[in-house]
């Protein structure tokens, strides 16, 4: 799944590409992959100008002209891209965005879990889902990090998965910053000392950053806003490398599962 620096690099990459631009009409070809009514949707984006493409948590959220939200929720294998003018839409393209220079904007998604959403200002801000989301990783304090985990007794690993506590992170990103900060995925957050929070706080933060400076991660389908694939996956230090050698200290890494999600930990760098 797309996780905060995949939908940040397809926000980066998006915006300079259709902003000031102005959808002229709007094929709908899975109605049921939009939230909502497919006919009001058309209404309110057609004729409308992109003003701002931006993200929050994992959501890809287009600002348009007379205060409508484009809200995209990628899910497992949603993509939001514009190719190149002679591709056609395929049988995963299931709505595209004609804009007024002859450029169009893709949502495809081949396993339909993504959908696409449509909100005013007010209604945005009331959604549920947006409105009890967590603060964003790169933009919370120490402090409030530390308390944001520190009072709770559930499994780090699974508090991290939480957008209610924290936005935007996934299985990669907690993988990956857990191991970098030697925490185990299963130790209680209010079992954490100030330093392994501190620790956490930093580590999660520096793999995000580099992460976005990467491209985001690809595998399965993530693609940017052209279609480029992330480099990320390849400064992985345990995600996914179960039976592999620690990069720290060369113990063979295992995995747990920690709310439902395979977890890759290195036993000895991260203790229980
Ligand atoms: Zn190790």
């Known amino acids: 799944?797309?996780?905060?620096?995949?939908?940040?690099?397809?926000?980066?990459?998006?915006?300079?590409?259709?902003?000031?631009?102005?959808?002229?009409?709007?094929?709908?070809?899975?109605?049921?992959?939009?939230?909502?009514?497919?006919?009001?949707?058309?209404?309110?984006?057609?004729?409308?100008?992109?003003?701002?493409?931006?993200?929050?948590?994992?959501?890809?959220?287009?600002?348009?002209?007379?205060?409508?939200?484009?809200?995209?929720?990628?899910?497992?294998?949603?993509?939001?891209?514009?190719?190149?003018?002679?591709?056609?839409?395929?049988?995963?393209?299931?709505?595209?965005?004609?804009?007024?220079?002859?450029?169009?904007?893709?949502?495809?998604?081949m396993r339909k879990f993504g959908y696409c959403a449509f909100y005013s200002t007010k209604d945005l801000q009331l959604w549920n889902f947006f409105?009890?989301?967590?603060?964003?990783?790169?933009?919370?304090?120490?402090?409030?990090?530390?308390?944001?985990?520190?009072?709770?007794?559930?499994?780090?690993?699974?508090?991290?998965?939480?957008?209610?506590?924290?936005?935007?992170?996934?299985?990669?990103?907690?993988?990956?910053?857990?191991?970098?900060a030697g925490i185990h995925p299963e130790t209680p957050g209010n079992r954490l000392s100030a330093r392994e929070l501190g620790l956490l706080y930093h580590n999660l933060?520096?793999?995000l950053v580099q992460a976005i400076d990467a491209g985001g991660s690809s595998f399965r389908d993530y693609r940017n806003a052209l279609g480029y694939s992330g480099r990320f996956q390849e400064s992985f230090l345990v995600y996914g490398k179960k039976g592999e050698c620690c990069p720290r200290c060369k113990t063979i890494l295992q995995t747990c599962k920690v709310a439902g999600r395979t977890s890759c930990v290195c036993p000895a760098c991260q203790r229980k």
């Open 1 to 109: 799944m797309p996780e905060l620096p995949e939908v940040e690099t397809i926000a980066r990459g998006i915006e300079p590409l259709v902003v000031n631009k102005t959808i002229n009409n709007i094929s709908v070809y899975y109605p049921k992959i939009i939230a909502g009514d497919a006919e009001l949707f058309q209404k309110t984006f057609i004729r409308q100008k992109i003003v701002r493409v931006w993200r929050r948590a994992k959501l890809l959220i287009f600002d348009l002209a007379g205060s409508a939200h484009l809200v995209f929720h990628l899910k497992m294998t949603g993509k939001v891209w514009l190719p190149h003018r002679d591709v056609r839409p395929d049988k995963h393209t299931h709505v595209v965005f004609h804009l007024d220079d002859g450029e169009s904007i893709f949502f495809q998604d």
């Open 131 to 180: 409105a009890t989301l967590g603060p964003e990783p790169l933009e919370v304090s120490h402090d409030e990090f530390s308390r944001l985990f520190s009072s709770r007794k559930g499994r780090i690993k699974a508090l991290l998965l939480d957008q209610k506590i924290i936005a935007g992170v996934g299985n990669i990103y907690a993988d990956e910053s857990l191991f970098m």
């Open 205 to 207: 933060k520096e793999v």
